[in-house]
RNA sequence: GGCGAGGUAGCUCAGUUGGUUAGAGCGUCGGAUUCAUAACCCGGAGGCCACGGGUUCAAAUCCCGUCCUCGCUACCA
């Protein structure tokens, strides 16, 4: 046996697998797990069963302009807010099984390093371009003003308070120059226009690179999703990329001259792959320079779709351009989990968060992980309920996987005091069976290699099937009765299965296979590995003692998801409260200031869709002045011809402006609903007439 | 609007180098069974494969057009 082993894991394959660095601004939720770190577990778990010597790599990403500005919100340093979420992060990675090699940070002395040295050299190699722009700068606090930093009135819809990148008022994007009155929120000082220097990667240089790589070499192997938006990315033409900021919380510009600047976060990021491998090979006292320089390595990346840009376009040619390294192999990024039927949403608290899960469901690590594989975005969006949740377990794991094992070893306690009875001569139909399970670790495996962890999870319960059914069709606690001898082969055979349940579940369900492989006692030196489910003869000896049976899975009833149902609705009407909380009081208007104001009763009388834009609908107003034309962004709230008709107020001395080439004179008064639906503000009474004037 | 992804059974999804009566799991209905967490096992019902055209001996699959969902992007009072 042992002999078989040492030469399944001598012929291994280098893998590096990477999973999405989260970012420490926030907890893990379910969204992160079924996208990125689920399935690379499984993947890499499964790879080291099989001998392969793996290398998979994860860790907190701790730069970036957005930790400084939580810390700001709440008062704390940005070291506070990164030690709290990385702590609490890894924690409750370990605790879910996430079987990483090493989980690092951004914020080590490592990487700090090792990115230093890689913008160093590309900088050194001429890979960049320096380029002067001129920024918003806070002269009191003496620094550059990421657009975040900077506030002041939206110059579409006036919201006194909308940031420097977007106006979370009327949704627009926004460059922080553009701002009306802006306002540096470090000191509330006005910032002024100051030039500055920074390094670009020229991406456009490498477009023929990617074009062959991607688009002519991945044609085929990689998922459409991702290769879609690659092409989609490609096609729009690549624009040289700024990989430095002026910030001060990131890795310092390591050249002359780059005072006060940092390294991109998304430039340091992926970076981090690199020295969490560096630091794990040093602690494991090996080179970690296989792992990224030799061409027989298999690099793969673990990702959610939002990082697609990243990972395909942006750190390949990073690497390219630095030369020493190898390239993804592939860049298998899911889609976008929703949670009852809601979008996912850190802010909103609309979410399962990993810590709080091992919390309520302790010990069920293995469900949540099989419901989220079977049920992963893998090829589109897809949806996590907790009726689902309940039912994967209930009718999956507890009734076909768990009453299997409790069945064959309640029996065999039952028959045998628990020791593994000497098979008699095998029927055609124990052979069979045999046989076709020797096809699963096949099976799985190529689901797994194909990345449809999905299909791997259902091929699995089919494999647990495949016992119950035997169970079934033998019928062992009758035959006992008639012909002993003949049980005894029967539940040798069940045993086999049971035994090779507990390698094949290793991957998607560890804890599980841990406990099973306890029960069969078979978790020392007679380990199996995956390979040797179809090599062996024999997976579990007969004259073994195994253990009492011990529940792998428990139902969860009603009333238990009946209590995250609720919790959710609480969120819900948190929101909602939240939403009804008003805006503070504008600064004090004069009777001057309001009189300017000349607002109407007005008819719409046309409506038709702007062409090329969806937000933006042509109206005709009859304004009792006159009939004017007025663009208004209410296209997803209404159809043209259901607004006809519709008497609205108007405000008809707003300066002309023209909107996608129409000029708009005025603009429709307009109010939100709960569901963010718009609605007119309505003087729609019988005897108002057009032109009547509102004060 | 542009680009990308998706639209197949009540639900979640396979299936697209074009080829016999379109598959799986769950749910549902019926049967059988009691070793097992009323679980397992067997069987049935359920689909104009989003819609409309076209190519072909043959289309879920290829081509054209339309509609819907999601993402990116543009635009947005």
């Not at 913008?119 to 890979?127: D, P, T």
């Not at 791997?456 to 035959?479: C, F, I, T």
Request: hydrophobic share 35%.
């Amino acid at each position: 046996m042992s002999k078989n082993q040492s030469e399944t894991t001598q012929k291994g394959k280098r893998y590096t697998i990477t999973a999405a660095l989260p970012y420490t601004n926030g907890p893990i939720h379910i969204g992160h797990l079924a996208g990125v770190y689920v399935p690379a577990d499984i993947y890499s778990r499964y790879l080291r069963l099989k001998g392969n010597d793996v290398a998979f790599i994860c860790g907190s990403d701790e730069h970036g302009v957005a930790i400084p500005m939580k810390a700001k919100k709440e008062g704390v340093s940005p070291q506070q807010i990164i030690d709290k979420y990385h702590n609490l992060i890894k924690d409750s990675f370990e605790a879910f099984g996430i079987a990483f090699d090493n989980y690092s940070r951004t914020s080590s002395e490592i990487h700090h390093q090792t990115a230093s040295d890689f913008f160093r050299k590309l900088y050194e190699q001429g890979e960049f371009i320096e380029e002067v722009t001129e920024q918003l700068y806070d002269q009191e606090a003496g620094q550059f003003l990421a657009d975040r930093f900077v506030t002041g009135t939206c110059p579409r819809c006036n919201h006194e308070e909308a940031y420097g990148d977007q106006c979370e008022q009327c949704g627009s994007s926004l460059n922080a120059t553009d701002l009306i009155n802006p306002k540096s929120t470090i000191t509330g000082s006005k910032p002024v226009l100051k030039e500055t220097r920074h390094w670009f990667l020229p991406l456009d240089r490498y477009e023929s690179f990617l074009r062959e790589w991607i688009l002519e070499g991945h044609k085929n192997d990689w998922k459409p999703n991702v290769y879609g938006q690659v092409k989609s990315w490609v096609d729009e033409g690549l624009k040289p990329r700024a990989v430095t900021r002026d910030l001060d919380w990131g890795i310092p510009v390591p050249v002359e001259g780059a005072d006060g600047k940092v390294l991109y976060v998304w430039f340091d990021a992926p970076i981090g792959y690199i020295s969490a491998t560096k630091e794990w090979a040093e602690r494991e006292g090996k080179s970690w320079e296989p792992y990224w320089k030799d061409q027989d390595t298999k690099l793969v990346h673990f990702i959610g779709k939002d990082n697609i840009v990243f990972h395909c376009i942006i750190f390949p040619t990073m690497l390219k351009a630095h030369g020493d390294f190898i390239l993804p192999e592939n860049v298998p990024a899911n889609e976008f989990l929703n949670l009852e039927g809601n979008k996912l949403s850190t802010s909103k608290n609309w979410a399962v968060w990993l810590h709080e899960y091992l919390e309520e469901f302790p010990d069920k690590q293995d469900v949540l992980r099989y419901t989220l594989t079977a049920n992963a975005p893998e090829t589109k969006d897809n949806d996590f309920t907790w009726k689902d949740f309940q039912a994967r377990n209930n009718n999956e794991l507890v009734a076909i996987f768990g009453n299997f094992i409790n069945r064959v070893v309640v029996l065999t306690n039952k028959y045998y005091d628990g020791v593994i009875p000497q098979p008699g001569t095998l029927t055609q139909v124990d052979m069979e069976v045999l046989e076709e399970l020797r096809t699963y670790p096949e099976k799985i495996g190529q689901s797994i290699e194909r990345y449809r962890f999905r299909e791997a999870s259902q091929v699995l319960m089919n494999a647990a099937r495949l016992g119950n059914k035997y169970l079934a069709d033998e019928e062992p606690w009758k035959v006992v009765k008639t012909d002993p001898e003949r049980v005894q082969t029967i539940m040798y055979v069940a045993l086999q299965i049971a035994s090779a349940l507990a390698v094949l579940s290793e991957p998607l369900l560890p804890f599980t296979s841990e406990k099973l492989r306890d029960m069969l006692a078979q978790n020392g030196n007679d380990r199996l590995f995956w390979d040797d489910i179809a090599g062996f003869e024999t997976l579990l000896p007969a004259g073994k003692q195994i253990n009492k049976a011990s529940l792998l899975f428990t139902k969860i009833e009603d009333i238990e998801i009946e209590k995250q149902l609720e919790k959710l609705e609480n969120t819900k009407k948190m929101n909602e409260a939240a939403n009804k909380t008003a805006e503070p009081q504008k600064e004090t208007a004069t009777f001057e200031d309001f009189t300017k104001m000349d607002l109407r009763v007005g008819t719409i009388i046309e409506a038709e869709k702007m062409p090329k834009a969806n937000k933006l609908l042509v109206l005709k107003v009859d304004t009792g002045i006159d009939t004017r034309t007025i663009v208004s962004g209410i296209a997803q709230s209404f159809k043209p011809e259901d607004i006809i008709g519709k008497k609205v107020t108007v405000l008809v001395n707003l300066a002309p402006r023209k909107l996608r080439g129409v000029m708009s004179e005025g603009m429709i008064l307009m109010t939100e609903n709960a569901e963010g639906k718009l609605v007119f503000v309505n003087p729609d009474e019988d005897g108002v007439t057009n032109g009547t004037t509102i004060n």
